[in-house]
C-alpha cells in the first residue's frame, strides 16, 4: 500500500520528441504528487508537482497529468533537449499512519541530440 | 543551488565506526528530512524534524538516530556501521510540517569500508 511504481526503468529519446514517465500509487491518503529531477551528484531538484484535486499541471515544457480514479500520474517532458538527460524521480506524499513521502524507483532519461 | 548545506561531502570509515551527518535547512524552513539513496533500494525516507519535534519515521535503522537543534540545523548519527550502509544520504527542508515541497541539499556520500 506504500509503494509508488514507476516506469519505463530506462528511456532514450530523440531531441525535440517527448518524453513520457509513469507512476502508480496505491494509498488514496497521499495527497501530494511531485517530480523530481536529479543529475550525477546532485540532490534531487523539484520539477513540478500536482494535487490530487487538479487533472493536469503544465509549467513550460513539463506538463503532469493526474488520474485520481485509476491512481496513476505522469510526467512529459515536450520538446526534450539533451540537457534534460537525468533521472527523474516520482513521489507521493501523505499521512499515511504517519507523514510520509514515498518514492518511485526512477527513470533514467537520455537524449540524444 | 537550493539553500540546503550538508557537511562532510564524502565521508569514508571502517565497519562498527559511528559518524555524525550535518545538515543546514533553507533560511525559514522548519521541517528538515533524511533520505538514504542507494543503488539496489533508492531514495528512502528515513526520518523527519519539526522545529526540533519528531514528526515522522520512516525506514530508519534502530542504530541510526536524528535531532534538530534550535537554530534548526540537523544531525543525523549512523553507528555500528555496515557494509550495506554505505550510499547517499540526503537532507531536504520544508517551510511547512506536512510535506509540500521539499528542497534537497547536495548529499553526504557515505562509504563504508
Request: contains cysteine.
Amino acid at each position: 500500500q506504500q509503494q509508488v511504481k514507476q516506469s519505463p526503468q530506462s528511456l532514450i529519446v530523440q531531441k525535440g520528441g517527448i518524453s513520457i514517465i509513469n507512476c502508480a500509487y496505491e494509498n488514496t491518503a497521499f495527497d501530494y504528487f511531485p517530480w523530481y529531477q536529479q543529475f550525477p551528484g546532485k540532490g534531487p531538484a523539484l520539477l513540478i508537482a500536482i494535487r490530487p484535486d487538479v487533472s493536469e499541471k503544465k509549467e513550460g515544457r513539463f506538463t503532469i497529468s493526474f488520474n485520481k480514479s485509476a491512481k496513476q500520474f505522469s510526467l512529459h517532458i515536450m520538446d526534450s533537449q539533451p540537457g534534460d538527460s537525468a533521472t527523474y524521480f516520482c513521489a507521493a506524499q501523505g499521512d499515511t499512519g504517519g507523514f510520509k513521502t514515498i518514492f518511485g524507483a526512477g527513470t533514467r532519461l537520455f537524449v540524444k541530440a | 543551488d537550493s539553500g540546503v548545506t550538508q557537511t562532510p561531502k564524502h565521508l569514508i570509515t571502517a565497519t562498527g565506526q559511528r559518524v555524525t551527518l550535518r545538515c543546514s535547512p533553507r533560511s525559514g524552513d522548519l521541517s528538515v528530512y533524511w533520505y538514504q539513496q542507494s543503488l539496489d533500494q533508492g531514495l528512502q525516507f528515513l526520518i523527519q524534524y519539526y522545529n526540533g519535534e519528531e514528526r515522522a519515521k520512516g525506514n530508519i535503522l534502530e542504530r541510526f538516530s536524528a535531532q534538530q537543534f534550535p537554530d534548526l540545523h540537523s544531525e543525523l548519527n549512523l553507528s555500528s556501521l555496515e557494509l550495506g550502509d554505505s550510499a547517499l544520504y540526503f537532507c531536504a527542508s520544508s517551510v511547512v510540517a506536512g510535506g509540500g515541497e521539499q528542497y534537497f541539499g547536495p548529499g553526504t556520500r557515505l562509504t563504508v569500508t
